[in-house]
C-alpha cells in the first residue's frame, strides 16, 4: 500500500502544482527554463505512474475489501467509461460541441472514469487510487473554470461534424479497450 500512496502523492502532487502554486510554477518555469521544467515534469510524473502502477498490482495480491458493490454497479460503471472516453476523445478532436460547452474534456474524462471505476471497486487499493484521481479532477476542473474566467478564455464553437466525431471516436475507443486491451493492460476483463 506505501508504494501505491507513494506514487499516487508523486503523480498526482505534481499534477496539483496548477491547482495550488499557479505562481510558484510560474516562477520555477522562468529560473530553471521551460526545456528543464517540462524534462523535471515528465521523470517525476513517470516516476510517480510507475510507483501507482506496481503499487497496485502488489495491492491486488492481499486485496482488503472495503465493501462488496452490487453487480449492477458493473454496468453503471461500463457506460460511465465510454462517456470518459467521449470525454477524452473531445480534447483531441477539433471543433466539437463538448469541449465548446465544457471547456475541459480530458478532466471530466479522468472524473468520469474515476468514479466508474470508484462505484464498481471495493478494495482499499481501488478506493485510494480512484478516490484520489477522483478528488484531483474534481479540484483541477474548478480552478481551470475559475483560470479560464480569469483570463477570459474563449473556446472555439463546435460543429455537428465535429460533436459527432468525436462521440463516434469515444465509442469506438471504449469498444477497442474494453475488448482487447483491458484485460493484457490491467489484468481485468470488465465483461
Known sequence: MTILILGLILFLGLHSIRIFAEDWRNAARARIGLLAWRAMYSVVSITGFLLIVWGYSLCREAPVVIWTPPPATRHIAALLAV?????????????????????????????????????????????????????WAILLYRASRKRDAAQGTAYAAGSVTGTAATIAAGIASAGVFAMWLHAPLIGVRPF
Open 83 to 135: 462517456i470518459a472516453f467521449i470525454f477524452i476523445a473531445a480534447a483531441y478532436v477539433p471543433r466539437n460541441g463538448i469541449k465548446a460547452r465544457l471547456h475541459h474534456p480530458m478532466t471530466l474524462g479522468v472524473k468520469t472514469w474515476a468514479l466508474a471505476h470508484l462505484i464498481a471497486n471495493g478494495t482499499l487499493h481501488d478506493i485510494l487510487l480512484f478516490g484520489g484521481f477522483l478528488a
